[in-house]
């Protein structure tokens, strides 16, 4: 008896590239299996669909971000995997993965409810051509009096950007995808609020995005784009994935932090224009205090818990974790997540960013793991929003959004 599985995921070429592919491999040995991809573009309304329909039969699987995995789990949204894992575990298992890109969807009990398909994390990246090129590096030692190298701090950053940029033409010296859509531009915010040492909440949960290192990450952040005018005008409108292409295809910007899918992209030649001319760095950090802190949040594909094809399901989900079919996810511009794959020399030989993720994933934050951030999440793309592109105050932004997601914290209670 045949049966069809109803896979949901973003709309993103890579993403439905490489499971079309996968899934077609699948097909070939599991002829009674049909795999029908779903997709839907805007981050909200996929997030929305799936928790509305994660307990009916709409979906067998979901390929969602890690930001919403804590609300999936409350809701009882996935199927644990463990039983499926003691009888067919993936390839290498348990050491499949880096711990990294299971923790997230392992619960305090140690029950698993995904594995990992498309790594991030958020990496710096600059032209290193620019960088390298005689000219620019005397006219910007003459300028600043020091050597122009990838930068170690965001005054350094912003010094490099101005440098770069020449509106006039066209050409910027960073792009950021400051879209308004709950995503991108909190993640850049988060990267830019640690980075200087701050923290989203005490240790109470209490939050504490509002302080002075908050204050001066919005600030900063909002004015390389209303103040400097270091990125193109239509950062305001681009999604990350908008930002990347800006980056590698129209290759209008000497610098960009991302996810690590624009390194992939930037490489492969039918997609980029500036194929061997990317170089790679750690986050720029605050000039007083503050690390070199990326941002881990990664996609997992994981069971329905109102599937009717929960087995055909996790034969799917295991097919796809194998060495073979991550190599697939990887070629198609995404981020391969097992280690055998990071560590294959074919794999670094075409691209030479994949010997810094382990390094990066030791260092990485990760937005609160908590049932209530999607919620949270919404003042938080509200604030930034008021800042970056009506031009309100950042201190009273901010200072306003905290006493909101306070008072969702409290409601939740977490000040009992």
């Known amino acids: 008896m045949s049966s069809q599985l109803n896979l949901l995921c973003r709309e993103y070429s890579g993403f439905v590239n490489a499971l079309k592919k996968q899934a077609e ?3 070939e040995i599991n002829p009674d299996i049909k795999i029908e991809i779903k997709t839907i573009e805007e981050y909200e309304r996929l997030n929305e669909e799936m928790i509305k329909s994660s307990l009916t039969s709409n979906y067998d699987i979901f390929l969602c971000l890690t930001d919403i995995v804590p609300q999936l789990l409350k809701n009882r949204s996935l199927v644990p995997l463990n039983k499926y894992i003691k009888e067919d575990p993936p390839e290498d298992w348990p050491n499949t993965y880096d711990k ?10 140690g029950y698993i409810y995904g594995f990992p398909y498309h790594d991030g994390p958020v990496m710096f990246y600059y032209r290193k051509d620019l960088f390298e090129e005689k000219k620019n590096k005397e006219e910007f030692k003459r300028k600043y009096g020091k050597a122009l190298k990838p930068p170690k701090t965001w005054s ?77 005008e239509e950062s305001v409108k681009f999604s990350a994935i908008d930002a990347g292409e800006f980056y590698y295809k129209e ?19 039918k997609y980029s224009s500036i194929v061997g001319k990317t170089g790679y760095s750690l986050i720029p950090k605050g000039d007083l205090k503050g690390q070199h802190i990326s941002l881990s949040v990664y996609w997992i594909l994981g069971i329905t ?48 960013f994949y010997s810094m993720i382990e390094k990066i994933h030791k260092n990485v934050g990760n937005l609160p793991p908590i049932p209530e951030y999607p919620e949270i999440n919404k003042v938080l793309n509200e604030a930034i929003e008021e800042v970056v592109i009506e031009g309100k105050d950042v201190k009273e932004t901010l200072d306003k959004a905290r006493e909101e997601v306070y008072k969702i914290m409290e409601r939740a209670g977490y000040y009992g």
């Open 25 to 27: 491999k699948f097909t």
């Open 100 to 109: 990294a890109l299971l923790r997230i969807q392992t619960d305090k009990d």
């Open 156 to 232: 350094e950053f912003l010094n490099i950007a101005q440098f770069f940029t020449k509106r006039e033409e066209g050409f910027y010296g960073a792009v950021v995808g400051a879209k308004p859509d709950g995503h991108n531009n909190i993640y850049d915010f988060m990267i830019n609020l640690w980075t200087r040492g701050g923290s989203f909440f005490d240790d109470k949960m209490k939050p504490i995005f509002n302080s002075k290192e908050g204050v001066e990450a919005l600030q900063f952040y909002s004015d390389l784009i209303r103040k400097y005018r270091v990125v193109p």
């Open 251 to 269: 290759g209008k910007a000497s610098m960009t932090w991302n996810w690590t899918h624009v390194a992939a992209m930037a490489e492969i030649p």
């Open 305 to 352: 818990s109102g599937s009717k094809n929960k087995d055909e399901a996790y034969k799917f989900l295991r097919f796809v974790t194998k060495h073979e079919m991550d190599k697939i996810t990887a070629y198609e511009g995404n981020i391969a997540t097992r280690l055998s794959v990071w560590r294959e020399p074919e794999i670094l030989k075409r691209w030479p």
